[in-house]
């Protein structure tokens, strides 16, 4: 009986001093900078991962640090305490375009930041104005190639300003099917996307999870995705690589702490993060955003990002754009 009740007092001063540890790891939240305002598919996905680790890390707080596009909040994770208690997102513009279009950076893209693991991948489709497709008699890719070379600069397209991805996405396409095509910046992906609604541009690369709702719609006309495969949330579109070898350029996402954060910190994060990005709850959401979640290790998100910032400086420089 002694025993029984020696083991007892046992189990329950272990419980009280697991409980404690845990609310000491608790204690201090995890904050988690989206570079970007609050409310698009980005901040979306890092509130949705978020409340995913809450058994495993405790509390992480979203703080949205918007403005110059991404780089002061991108700027803030490089500058914290590398303590393991700050991380942030990295894009493909925060990591790839943007070090080759400002003038002047904050942060130095390949050495301020410790790799945790990619989170998203979503495609770019080529999208025309429905009504546009069907009077200029485009059903395809090809269609829209031979109409450019047979009507040489009365096509426009638009995109959400210079540098943009979409901009970026134009002068590719234009270079790789020798075609000319008349660039019209807006400010911002929303503006851009309703000048082709309303027939002011002729076609766009469109952020897939922003084209859905109006391509399900029929007000436009999928051409193509930029991935190099097809993408499962639009099977029957093929890929502009499929006319033009080895193009892609695609959005990305995902999450890096301070460079000194250590290893084990980092491996910490890396674990909880990419258990949220496998259940099929965070799949099914992200599904609803045409997003595809991605895994990887610090090191393989780490190479990934060096390889994509390679690849932007020859496009950035492709296009001639530039940011004082």
Partial sequence: MKRRTLLTSSAFAAAAVLSSSCALAQARPIRLIVPYAPGGPIDVTARLLAERVKDSLGTVIIENRPGGGGNIGADAVAKAAPDGYT???????????????????????????????????????LVMNADTAARLNIRSLADLIAYAKANPAKLNYGSGGNGSAGHLAGEMFKQGAGIFAVHIPYNGGNPAQLALLSGQVDFNFDNLATAAPNIRSGKLKPLAVTTLRRSPAL?????????????????????????????????????????????????????????????????EFGAFMRAELAKYEKVVKLSGAKVD
Avoid: C
């Avoid at 942060?107 to 930041?113: K, L, S, V």
């Avoid at 890396?270 to 599904?287: D, G, H, I």
């Fill in 235 to 299: 099977p029957d579109v093929p890929p502009v690589a499929d006319t033009i070898k080895g193009f892609a350029i695609d959005t990305w996402w995902g999450l890096v702490a301070p460079a000194a954060t250590p290893k084990d910190a980092v491996a910490r994060l890396n674990q909880a993060f990419v258990a949220a990005l496998q259940t099929p709850e965070a799949k099914t959401r992200f599904a609803g955003l045409m997003a595809e979640p991605v895994t990887s290790t610090p090191d």
């Fill in 87 to 125: 991380i942030g997102i990295s894009a493909v513009a925060t990591h790839a375009i943007n070090p080759w279009l400002f003038a002047k950076m904050p942060y130095d893209a390949a050495r301020d930041f410790a790799p945790i693991t990619q989170m998203v991948r979503v495609p770019n489709v």
